[in-house]
């Protein structure tokens, strides 16, 4: 069973950067797809980003797009997501998701196809 687990969120300034963390445990990490999603209070749960088995492919939500970058160190059993450029609008709790696909090229932003998730990690972006 594939555990994950979050870390690097909090407060910071607009403008400001942020690391998360997806640290992976359970099973080897080489054959899932990881998602990076959010939900904001009042919202509903969107995809930001998201990595290939292979790693070599990506995608991200239009809203994040050249802000930020997502990362996979299957070595470690780690994916992150350097998130530059904050904005107020990207509060949120953030969750790491995992999935596995056939195909090792394949990324999604549709959260009902990922099947073991993260409790997620507060970002508050505030001045």
């Known amino acids: 069973q594939l555990q994950l687990v979050e870390s690097g969120g909090g407060l910071v300034q607009p403008g400001g950067s942020l690391r998360l963390s997806c640290a992976t445990s359970g099973t080897t990490l080489d054959y899932y797809t990881i998602g990076w999603f959010r939900q904001a209070p009042g919202k509903e749960r969107e995809g930001v980003s998201c990595?290939?088995?292979?790693?070599?492919?990506?995608t991200y939500a239009d809203s994040v797009k050249g802000r930020f970058t997502i990362s996979r160190d299957d070595a470690k059993n780690t994916v992150y997501l350097q998130m530059n450029s904050l904005k107020p609008e990207d509060t949120a709790v953030y969750y790491c998701?995992?999935?596995?696909?056939?195909?090792?090229?394949?990324?999604?932003?549709?959260?009902?196809?990922?099947?073991?998730w993260g409790k997620g990690t507060q970002i508050t972006v505030s001045s």
């Open positions: 998701a995992a999935t596995f696909f056939y195909s090792s090229d394949y990324v999604t932003l549709n959260y009902p196809a990922f099947d073991y």
């Open positions: 990595i290939s088995s292979n790693g070599g492919s990506t």
